[in-house]
């Protein structure tokens, strides 16, 4: 919808202005605290199911992915001290509304996810998901806004996040895709602050 990208553009392009100095505070304690990268780039599924990567701030240690699977849990090793303050209070995922002015995906809308895990969506829920661009938030990031705890106490937090969050995820998505709208996505927005803070 046009209305939908104006509406993210709106919030957007001042937000980016306003947070511009929180971005470079993030970043020189990135570079500083552990070297590398101050960016993760990843490969997420996106609007009719074109690949894009999405950006975060990084929070685990380098080439983490070689080091583990792709689902993170609350005590994964791989986090690092200034990577578990940004995860505590989402900070590492900001970099997205840069996705955002780029098209790549929208404020609000089903969450984008790798393409690993695309596997396991049902052919009917791919064609709904895959025809919104992806979001920042959504029902399920508030829902799951303390995803990676619950996963820590999982035996195999794997087969745990594919066989019990993920359809409840799907769920999500599929509610979100057919009732959506700009006052929802303001309401998402807003509740998506109020669950982190």
Known sequence: MFSKRLFDLFFVIPGLIVLSPVFLVISLFIKIRDGGD???????????GKHFKVLKFRTM???AEKLGNKV?????PRITPIGAFLR???????????????GEMSLVGPR???????????????RIVFSVPPGI??????????ENDLLTHADDPVKAYREKVLPIKLAYYEEYVKERSLW??????????SAIF
């Open 112 to 126: 984008p996810e790798v393409p690993e895990y695309v596997e396991f969506y049902p052919e009917k829920t791919r």
């Open 88 to 102: 505590k209070y989402k900070l590492d995922e900001l970099p997205q509304l840069i996705n955002v002015l780029k």
């Open 137 to 146: 938030t959504d029902k399920a990031s508030i829902e799951f806004v303390n």
């Open 72 to 76: 993170t849990t609350g005590n994964d």
């Open 38 to 48: 101050i960016f993760f780039k990843q490969v997420r599924v996106g609007k009719n």
């Open 61 to 63: 240690v380098p080439d």
């Open 184 to 193: 929802m996505d303001f309401n998402l927005v807003l509740k998506t602050v």
